[in-house]
């Protein structure tokens, strides 16, 4: 069973900083791409920043320039460094992972995963 595991979450006061990490553990083969996906009170749930196995990533407009995602494809952990967090940053923040799993000697599976999320909530 694959799982993905998220910390770092809470609150902070806007201007500060935050760094959320997510840990997949499971039978993986391999992870290609890893994300972080928010979804607020009322809104959507929206893409915030992804990162591929070599290392391209991909922004939301509302947060380049203050987040910066990373990867350490050795512990399988993605990280967000989330600085300049403004209110409207709060919101639940799930990691997504697409995996490959083998669940046979003779096949292999792609997977999509999602944590649990963390909470963050940006407020004076």
């Known amino acids: 069973q694959v799982q993905l595991v998220e910390s770092g979450g809470g609150l902070v006061q806007p201007g500060g900083s935050l760094r959320l990490s997510c840990a997949a553990s499971?039978?993986?083969?391999?992870?290609?791409?890893m994300g972080w996906y928010r979804q607020a009170p009322g809104k959507e749930h929206e893409l915030v920043a992804a990162i591929s196995s070599g290392g391209t990533t991909n922004y939301a407009d509302s947060v380049k320039g203050r987040f910066t995602i990373s990867r350490d494809n050795a512990k399988k952990t993605v990280y967000l460094q989330m600085n300049s967090l403004k209110p409207e940053d709060t919101a639940v923040y799930y990691c997504?992972?697409?995996?490959?799993?083998?669940?046979?000697?003779?096949?292999?599976?792609?997977?999509?995963?999602w944590g649990q999320g963390t909470l963050v909530t940006v407020s004076s």
């Open positions: 997504n992972a697409d995996v490959t799993i083998r669940p046979s000697l003779t096949s292999y599976r792609a997977l999509e995963v």
């Open positions: 499971g039978s993986i083969v391999s992870i290609n791409v």
